[in-house]
């Protein structure tokens, strides 16, 4: 399997780039739906291009996942997945590695990308912008997976109650987050605090770093996704006996697996259905917090939650609101960039070693 590895900067340089051929028939409905996108049916996600010529065929298939967690972490888990899509498909499949969800967003819609996993929340950002059209969602035998958000604090916390959390310093994961902002916008205030009035707003970039924050204590609590935090604790990067939930949500859809909206009919059929038939290897299903399977699933009908919580917040997935995470992810970057640099230069040097 190849990895791929493109930056923030080079894929989300602040703004989108303009989709290639972006050039359109007349559209009779587009909704949410970015230009260059059309929506005839109404499902709200993008149609296929209705010109032959605009139908992609690609001899290699590209594939991304969420970065929501360390970026590297999955690139050799879905190494079987990756297998299968290459024997079922009959094309070369590669692992794509995004270090953002804005540039996991701007690979397919320039085009570099076929095949993603997209957050929940990123993923509204995918359809709108991106042409995506989600059509699994991760599950098990039961049905397909949803997680929680979960507010967590130190077990060790004097932070018991969500009121316990003015005057506190409280990690959000990125602006765009579903779980890790803009529910709990949305939620909180009726809880009786309010983010960024009753508290102090922290973007770590990351559900998995705001739980290593608030493990360290340079967080006194943080809203997460349920699943990212279990995953954790199965793989031994944190401790459950260490935090205390607080509050948490009613279930939202995990991950989507989507395709971009320009693939050959015939060729988007046969990876859904590759999918579809897929069942996860026992490492996979570990890290995948117990799934084995990929369940069918559409963004009109599972994604509905989430677009009520950012209609709630006033927060549409429009290509202003992506510039702007997308920048605030850059500056993110570049302040953990110079941390680390800081750390390194300030860390005392090693002793040489004595020469008799």
């Not at 972006?22 to 949410?32: I, L, T, V, W, Y």
């Not at 498909?89 to 590669?94: D, E, W």
């Not at 958000?149 to 003015?166: E, F, H």
Request: charged content about 20%; hydrophobic content about 40%.
């Amino acid at each position: 399997m190849k990895i791929i590895l493109f930056g923030a900067a080079l894929l989300a340089g602040g703004a989108l780039l303009p989709y290639p051929g972006a050039a359109q028939p007349a559209c009779e409905h587009r909704g949410a739906l970015d230009d260059g996108y059309c929506d005839a049916n109404r499902d709200m996600v993008a149609d296929a291009p209705t010109d032959p010529a605009r139908l992609r065929n690609p001899s290699t298939l590209v594939f991304a996942y969420t970065p929501v967690e360390d970026p590297a972490l999955y690139a050799s888990q879905f190494r079987p997945l990756l297998e299968h899509l290459t024997q079922c498909t009959g094309r070369r499949t590669v692992y794509f590695q995004v270090t953002s969800n804005a540039a996991q967003v701007e690979a397919m819609r320039s085009g570099r990308l076929h095949i993603a996993g997209f957050s929940t929340g990123p993923t509204a950002f995918a359809v709108n912008l991106a042409g995506a059209v989600p059509f699994a969602l991760k599950g098990n035998a039961e049905g397909f997976e949803a997680y929680r958000v979960v507010v967590l604090t130190r077990a060790d916390s004097n932070i018991r109650t969500m009121a316990d959390l003015r005057g506190r310093r409280v990690a959000h994961t990125s602006a765009t987050s579903n779980s890790g902002n803009l529910a709990p916008r949305a939620f909180f205030p009726g809880l009786g605090v309010t983010p960024d009035t009753d508290y102090r707003v922290v973007y770590s970039g990351g559900h998995d770093r705001s739980v290593m924050g608030v493990n360290s204590g340079d967080f006194d609590a943080a809203p997460v996704a349920s699943d990212v935090f279990n995953r954790m604790v199965a793989r031994g990067q944190v401790r459950a006996e260490n935090f205390r939930t607080i509050w948490q949500s009613d279930p939202f859809p995990t991950s989507s697996f989507a395709l971009a909206h320009d693939l050959q009919p015939e060729l988007a059929q046969r990876i859904r259905q590759c999918f579809l038939d897929y069942r996860f290897p026992p490492a996979l299903v570990r890290d995948l917090g117990g799934n084995d399977r990929f369940w069918p699933a559409t963004y009109l009908e599972h994604w509905a939650p989430v677009r009520a919580v950012a209609d709630a917040v006033n927060a549409p997935y429009t290509r202003s609101a992506f510039d702007a995470e997308s920048r605030r992810e850059l500056e993110a970057e570049a302040r953990r960039r110079a941390a680390r640099e800081q750390q390194q230069q300030q860390a005392p040097a090693a002793t040489p070693p004595r020469t008799q």
